[in-house]
Nanobody, 122 residues
């Protein structure tokens, strides 16, 4: 199982970016999904989470600007980022709680995608 993220880039303040992340492999089900971000020298922080039923939660710093959604048919999670600020500059990581098949057994673990850089200039 792996998570593949895409959509990072560079924008000016006030602009928008959309991140996507899809899970691939012998997946039985995908439960909670989330986006985190990390600035060099700081701890990784949660940006937004979404449950399998679609319930969402956001960091206070992004409420009203970011929207997390998921496409269960593609085992994917999306992050629409609007009104971007320079302080949103970070490497963004997707995370998912995945049940996967190993032979005839179902196992569960959290997976991380490779980070994607988001840079917002003032």
């Amino acid at each position: 199982v792996q998570l593949q993220a895409s959509g990072g880039g560079s924008v000016q303040a006030g602009g928008s970016l959309r991140l996507s992340c899809a899970a691939f492999g012998s997946i039985f089900s995908v439960k909670d999904m989330a986006w985190y971000r990390q600035v060099t020298g700081k701890e990784r922080e949660v940006v937004a989470t979404i449950t399998s039923s679609g319930a969402t939660n956001y960091a206070d710093s992004v409420k009203g600007r970011f929207t997390i959604t998921r496409d269960n048919a593609r085992n994917a999670v999306l992050l629409q980022m609007n009104s971007l600020k320079p302080e949103d500059t970070a490497v963004y990581y997707c995370n998912a709680d995945i049940q996967y098949l190993n032979g005839d057994q179902i196992h569960e673990m959290y997976y991380w995608g490779y980070g994607t850089q988001v840079t917002v200039s003032s």
